[in-house]
């Protein structure tokens, strides 16, 4: 064997070893949601699948309201998704495009709320949209939430690498801003856009404290907290029916992330794309 | 190509959101896979539910919003139970969810409330009564319901004892219970101890656990929550007092007792049954699935825990195949057992709301503690009639001789004697008092502290805690 | 580089004014009157307010539970990026090689970033459970004796590090594996034509080249340690056994929602917002415009 061929073969064993622990507590759970609650509290544990799969699974999405918290979390995720986009590439256009008066102090002033997390502000956050009267409405899910530094600094710097001719060529051609971001940056910023949406919507999936505190009404509550209620309530778990919650809560952003991860690598990080 | 993913993205997303809305009207029979009886019944139940949920509000329906804090076959029983009283009276429509934990529904409806918004009827633990008197956002239920459809009479003594705070109920005791003894007999027959004869004091649950788990009959002898309730309980089955003004009875409590004789007992035996093996808990403050968990799974041999958990621990024992028995709480021999507070919940009323949706609250209120839904709550959960009239119907059934699990829980609140201390504490900052006592627990099960050390230091902060609450209300 | 202009006097502004609309008011507002609130003691339910000046931050400075708190906050993000990113490049440098199936293994290791911090919370807790967790059992088995996991302080935190190391580390892995394969392959051949060792390869070019990387991924990292991983302690600990794992944002959210200290509550979010400006300067000052984001 030469050495390649036997350093490849460790590194297949390492490989194959690591994705396995990644792996483990995810199959862990998809174990345990499929048994009774006799099963899981077996002892010692049970590792392979129990009886109550189906079972488990339509008590998690119904009983325990998780096909209106995951469908809320989808509303609220979408929202944010496209219109944060569209708002931080028309905010690109204005500060890459054009020349005004303050441009770069209004480029530091939004680079500058990359420093403002929501966890830091939320005292005087939930005062404010509690006296907006949002308290029990997507608004104030969503609209807090439009903007991002993140955005429109990544579609800046996007913009900036874009060869200034085409936008020349462009007002030759008579064609507006508007149009211009319409036919020529848009689709040259498919990774960039790519990698927007999968932050968002993997973002305003995961929100957990926010909704925790503001929203008062179940019928708007998201899935996170939904997760939550489901382990924290004054009677006994049924662990089965929580790694059901669990397994369903994950697969959303599981789906979109199988198919955006080309993007979100392309676009996000890295220079030399191809 | 890139384009066709985002394209896919955006069409899954709206894929997803119709499978979920989908899904969610879609039909819900009962699967076959329920092989338990117990859990047969419960996809009936949410088959119910379900139907109850997805009807749309009436029409010119009053609204009435009902906080509570159960999960489970609870939260089912409950969501039944309004679902008949929407069904039966027309023109107004509660609407019932769940908030999480006792802590998490009392912050949301101060939440709520904050926002100008509360929800009309909640249901507030005990130990959260004097912070919702103080809050001001409730108004006492025996000033709106007078007259012949509220019969204060009709509470039983230990209920009526604990709720009526400056005279008179300010809230409706709903959910009543207090911590008892669970065990496992087949384990007790294992460990050649005499089923039928579980211990009653702090000394004989060290000699059995000894035996236990010398014997090899399970690998803990005893489990319950590491949770206040429970040391709070054992000091007042010791007749000693949490607070100073007649246990905050007699006047607003200003001091905790915390460092006496009483609580060292308590301490000293808890870290005893801990460093022995004997007592196992879950590692997590507060957490009832935990000790549930060792217990259901034959790792421990006795639980303590509430007797709202008759029903569940019945269930538990039928599916694991063991046979349970339940007794009184254990007390130090070195005190006569003085008895329990009532543990539990009430359900209050928020003001600011137009007469129409108060008049139908209280209304709702009513119907949902009456005889005939306490006989009910009783017999699906093990919570005990608050009602003199629903223990006379049970008594007329036979219900305890049949149901003797049942019975332990009761005769124990019934053999309480009435004292200040098995009265309940009344402080203000209770919640934050309970976590800095399950702090002081915790640190020296891990042997961080001494038990004395422990307590005193739990003793100022506790009584920091209490003064900074008492300045922000004055 | 040469861009092009259109012309235009409010069309920009008009451009800018939802993003502009939206900080303005949801996120520079608040934290405005995040600075005024934490100068005041606020009663019960917000109904009376007094301005008590800079009490709040004295009796922070005083309380001896607090900067445990803050301890306990750097010591997890401390592990947690240090430990996360450590393993992450070793992953992806064994990730890196010209590999049959490598886009398979790739693919096997970045999924768990899309898994919430709750839902890698509710997994944990129960694989670490006393009494039926799979996690407690083996260890059970493997030390002789039972580990309490969420009962011992240290062993709570290890918890809470090895969910956050694990739920983090696809992120991590993604971001080296991209900049493993920017890399100038050129230089890496010359080192090794150079006759230096492995290690010396790694340490002087591959590591150094990596460095922008790194910055990046440490400050998201510490991100995600400071604010993240609320929805895991909530789930796990809820700040316990012993406050071992009351992070800052944790403490932060029970004075405000749970204590209703809402004054003292704002203070401790002018701390953070302290520290998280800090931490953007440092990291300015010393990566200044090396993080290239393109594409």
New interface residues.
């Given amino acids: 064997m030469t050495r390649k061929k036997r350093?490849?073969l460790f590194?297949?064993i390492?490989?194959i070893i690591?994705?396995f622990i990644?792996?483990v507590?995810?199959l862990?759970?998809l174990s345990?949601s499929t048994q009774?609650?006799?099963q899981?509290?077996?002892?010692?544990?049970i590792?392979g699948p129990g009886?109550?799969?189906?079972?488990n699974y339509?008590?998690a999405?119904?009983?325990?309201n998780l096909?209106?918290y995951?469908?809320n979390s989808?509303?609220i995720?979408?929202i944010v998704?496209v219109f944060k986009t569209i708002?931080?590439m028309?905010?690109g256009?204005?500060?890459?495009?054009?020349?005004?008066p303050l441009?770069n102090g209004?480029f530091y002033?939004?680079l500058f709320?990359?420093?403002?997390?929501t966890?830091?502000?939320?005292?005087?956050?939930?005062?404010?949209v509690?006296d907006l009267?949002w308290?029990?409405n997507y608004a104030a899910l969503t609209?807090?939430?439009?903007?991002s530094?993140t955005g429109?600094?990544?579609f800046r710097?996007?913009f900036?690498?874009i060869?200034?001719?085409l936008?020349?060529a462009a007002?030759v051609d008579g064609a507006?801003?508007v149009r211009?971001l319409w036919s020529v940056l848009v689709?040259m910023s498919?990774?960039?856009?790519?990698?927007m949406?999968l932050i968002q919507?993997?973002y305003m999936?995961?929100m957990?404290?926010w909704p925790l505190?503001i929203i008062?009404?179940?019928v708007r509550q998201v899935v996170?907290v939904g997760?939550?209620?489901?382990?924290?309530?004054?009677?006994?778990?049924?662990?089965g029916v929580?790694?059901a919650?669990?397994i369903l809560?994950?697969l959303?952003?599981?789906?979109?992330?199988?198919?955006?991860?080309?993007?979100?690598?392309?676009?996000?990080?890295?220079?030399?794309?191809k | 190509m890139p384009s066709k993913r985002i394209l896919l993205v955006i069409v899954s997303v709206f894929a997803l959101l119709g499978l979920v809305s989908a899904c969610s009207g879609g039909s819900t029979e009962p699967t076959s896979g329920g092989e338990k009886v117990v859990e047969t019944v419960i996809v009936k139940e949410t088959v119910i539910v379900e139907k109850a949920a997805e009807e749309q509000i009436p029409e010119g329906a009053t609204v009435i919003d009902f906080w509570h804090a159960f999960g489970g076959g609870r939260k089912l029983l409950i969501e039944r139970m309004v679902a008949d009283y929407n069904y039966t009276h027309p023109g107004v429509y509660v609407r019932v969810e769940n908030k999480g934990s006792y802590r998490d529904t009392l912050n949301a409806a101060i939440l709520a409330a904050q926002q100008g918004n509360a929800p009309h009827v909640v249901q507030i633990f005990e130990i959260g009564s004097q912070l919702a008197l103080d809050s001001g956002i409730f108004m006492p239920i025996e000033d709106v319901v007078q007259g012949p459809e509220f019969q204060p009479d009709d509470y039983i003594p230990a209920v009526a004892n604990y709720y009526k705070i400056n005279g008179k109920f300010n809230s409706l005791p709903w959910n009543s219970s207090n911590p008892i003894l669970y065990y496992n007999k087949d384990i007790f027959r294992k460990a050649g101890l005499d089923p039928e004869k579980p211990p009653q004091t702090f000394e004989e649950m060290l000699s059995a656990c000894e035996t236990i788990v010398s014997s090899g009959a399970a690998k803990n002898c005893i489990s319950w929550p590491l949770h206040g309730w429970f040391f709070e309980q054992w000091m007042a089955n010791m007749g000693a007092e949490l607070a100073n003004n007649g246990n905050g009875r007699d006047a607003r409590a200003t001091e905790v007792y915390l460092d006496g004789d009483a609580a060292k007992t308590i301490l000293n035996w808890w870290k005893e049954m801990y460093d022995k093996g004997y007592y196992a808990y879950s590692g997590k403050l507060e957490d009832w699935d935990g000790a549930d968990a060792i217990f259901v799974s034959g790792q421990a041999a006795m639980e303590i825990t509430s007797t709202s958990d008759v029903v569940n621990r019945q269930n538990d024992a039928a599916e694991n195949g063991f046979e349970l028995g339940t007794s009184y709480l254990p007390y130090p021999a070195s005190s006569e057992r003085q008895g329990v507070i009532v543990g539990g919940a009430s359900i209050w009323l928020t003001k600011d709301h137009p007469d129409n949706e108060l008049q139908a609250a209280k209304d709702f209120m009513i119907w949902f503690t009456n005889t005939e839904n306490a006989i009910r709550w009783h017999k699906a959960t093990g919570y005990f009639p608050v009602r003199k009239s629903a223990v006379d119907v049970l008594e007329v059934e036979n219900w305890f001789e049949l149901n003797p699990a049942y019975k332990a829980a009761f005769d124990q609140l019934l053999e309480t004697k009435e004292t200040k201390a098995t009265q309940g504490a009344l402080i203000g900052a209770f919640p934050e008092v309970r976590t800095i006592i399950e702090q002081a627990v915790e640190k020296v099960l891990a042997g961080e502290a001494t038990v004395d050390e422990a307590l005193s230091a739990a003793q100022k902060d506790a009584n920091k805690a209490v003064q900074d609450y008492n300045k922000s209300v004055e | 580089m040469y861009t092009a202009k259109f012309k235009g006097r409010f069309l920009p502004w008009l451009f800018l004014t939802p993003t502009l609309v939206i900080l303005v008011v949801f996120l520079y507002y608040p934290v405005v009157q995040t600075f005024v609130l934490s100068t005041y003691r606020v009663a019960f339910l917000g109904l009376r307010k007094k301005f008590i000046g800079l009490d709040n931050f004295v009796s922070l400075a005083q309380d001896t539970g607090y900067w445990h708190t803050v301890w306990v906050t750097l010591i997890i993000t401390a592990v947690v990026v240090v430990g996360g990113l450590g393993i992450s490049l070793a992953i992806a440098m064994l990730a890196n090689r010209d590999l049959r199936g490598g886009s398979i293994y790739r693919v096997l290791l970045i999924w768990p970033f899309a898994l919430s911090p709750a839902v890698t919370g509710v997994i944990f807790l129960f694989m670490f459970s006393p009494g039926f967790g799979a996690i407690n059992y083996l260890t059970e088995q493997i030390t002789g004796s039972e580990l309490n996991w969420l009962g011992n302080p240290r062993l709570a935190i290890t918890l809470i590090i090895l969910a956050s190391i694990w739920r983090n580390l696809g992120y991590n892995v993604v971001f080296y594996l991209a900049g493993l394969q920017n890399l100038n392959t050129e230089v890496l051949e010359a080192a090794s034509i150079d006759g230096a060792t492995n290690w010396q390869r790694f340490w002087k070019v591959t590591f150094a080249l990596l460095s922008p990387m790194s910055f990046f991924l440490l400050i998201t990292n510490i991100t995600y340690s400071f604010f993240d991983l609320f929805g895991m302690i909530d789930i796990v600990t809820k700040g316990g056994p012993l406050d071992a794992t009351n992070v800052m944002i944790y403490n932060l959210y029970r004075d405000g929602f749970e204590y209703y200290k809402t004054g003292l509550a704002a203070a401790q979010s002018v701390i953070l917002f302290a520290v998280v400006v800090g931490l953007t300067i440092i990291q300015f000052r010393t990566t200044g415009t090396r993080v290239h984001y393109g594409g």
């Fill in positions: 350093n490849d590194a297949h390492g490989l690591i994705c990644v792996l507590p995810v862990f759970a345990k009774t609650r006799a899981v509290f077996h002892y010692p544990p590792l009886t109550a799969m189906i079972q339509r008590t999405w119904n009983e325990f096909s209106l995951m469908q989808l509303i995720a979408g998704m708002f931080s028309l905010a256009l204005g500060l890459v495009y054009f020349d005004f441009k209004i002033f939004i709320t990359l420093m403002m997390p966890e830091i502000m939320i005292i005087a956050l939930f005062n404010l509690s009267g308290g029990n609209i807090p939430f439009l903007a530094a429109v600094f990544l710097q996007h900036a690498s060869p200034g001719e936008a020349d007002r507006g801003p211009f689709p498919r990774n960039t856009i790519g990698a949406a919507f993997i999936w995961n957990y404290i505190v008062r009404e179940n996170q997760l939550r209620q489901m382990t924290n309530v004054q009677d006994t778990t049924n662990w929580v790694m919650g669990a809560a994950m959303p952003p599981l789906i979109i992330f199988v198919l955006l991860h080309e993007q979100f690598t392309k676009g996000f990080a890295l220079g030399q794309e």
